[in-house]
């Protein structure tokens, strides 16, 4: 999908921001107080002139020969994502894969919590699963009406994602994780990032077959 | 991650491919015998110009004034895709959201099918999950030399996945489609694809936010 920029900073460097976080984390961990922009590159699999010109929209890091202070660029790179902030969202559609969602161990630790979930399975209606409570998908306005909830993952059957997701946007929600193999149509001002399986696994199988002459 | 081209096609168009033949799958079932570049393109929010350029890599598709026709160029995505082949794959790491892939429904209409699934888990080894084979992942190596399998769904937890990586590469698989929340490091010629939840959650949340100036 082409995606806009976000005042000024590509689509391309945003999705690559959560990379660099995730390799600071775990030189941290490995006690490397200092990184230098050519090994931060070279494990986030980019060039180191990429790296820099990423950096380059947010501030000025890192000193020439020395490299970076891994823990003040962590951080750094942490208030840019707002991972300090608390983020809370719900998830709507609680079948396998939203239920292994709420369990997903990646999210609590960036500011990420899920405080409601929606069905339209009357035999879910009031469940707590993993400490979420479970409400009826029609009530979804009235629950949401004296939240700010930003944030919702969309996990429906794909016949049901886009009139769904037109219910999320009339409860205030500007922000969907799509999961539904369907391409939404919404307001321009909402913001949807798509995780289509299929799409990867497609994407990948294509680079390990041997190519073919393609025929009409 | 930067990705390197395909036999000269960009990694960013192979990434296109499974949108387009989605939005046509769509066109077709309802109803939509033709379609014109900016149709199609406009679904998958693309441009035009866009689409002509990636559709150029396979061959000649449409006509002038006419567009496509869509099952024709259906068809022909389908096999640029390899569609039409059978793709058996395995899945390591039955936990829940391994469980929730064996049973997600977008992998066979496209020809993927999971053939075996690896844990280290006693309890789970000789089940059965939704007719799928669950096997001792130190058994890796040996279950798979008689079959030729080049793709696996790896859903171990982060701290293993580099090692159980590795053991895939040994046993002759050369996709990996990665769910764990890290950068595998493996040979070149092998393919990664990474859905990283939490990074496509900052991503979507970065958007959402007011920009607030980052001070070290």
Same mark, same amino acid.
């Given at each position: ?15 690559r921001?959560?990379q ?18 050519? /090994? *931060?590159a070279g494990v986030c699999n980019v060039t180191? #002139?990429q +790296?820099? =010109?990423? $950096? ?71 469940? /707590? *699963? ?7 998908? #029609?009530? +979804?306005? =009235?629950? $949401? ?72």
């Amino acid at each position: 999908m082409s995606k806009n920029n976000v005042d000024g900073i590509p689509y391309r460097t945003i999705k690559r921001l959560p990379q660099y976080r995730a390799a600071l984390a775990d030189a941290l961990e490995a006690g490397h107080t200092r990184i230098s922009s050519s /090994q *931060l590159a070279g494990v986030c699999n980019v060039t180191a #002139s990429q +790296l820099r =010109q990423d $950096l380059s929209y947010f501030g000025s890091f890192g000193q020439q020969g020395y490299g970076y202070d891994t823990e003040v660029l962590l951080t750094s790179i942490d208030r840019i994502l707002g991972i300090d902030q608390n983020s809370p969202m719900i998830l709507v559609g609680v079948g396998r894969l939203g239920r292994s969602l709420l369990s997903y161990p990646g999210f609590a630790g960036k500011g990420f919590q899920f405080v409601y979930a929606f069905d339209s399975n009357p035999e879910l209606f009031g469940m /707590q *699963l993993d400490g979420v409570p479970v409400y009826d998908v #029609s009530e +979804l306005e =009235q629950r $949401l009406a004296d939240q700010a909830i930003d944030i919702a993952v969309l996990t429906v059957p794909k016949e049901a994602a886009q009139s769904t997701a037109e219910l999320l946007v009339a409860a205030g929600v500007r922000g969907i994780m799509n999961f539904a193999p369907i391409q939404l149509h919404l307001p321009s001002y909402v913001v949807v990032e798509n995780v289509h399986f299929s799409h990867s696994l497609l994407t990948l199988a294509f680079q390990l077959k041997p190519r073919r002459p393609v025929t009409l």
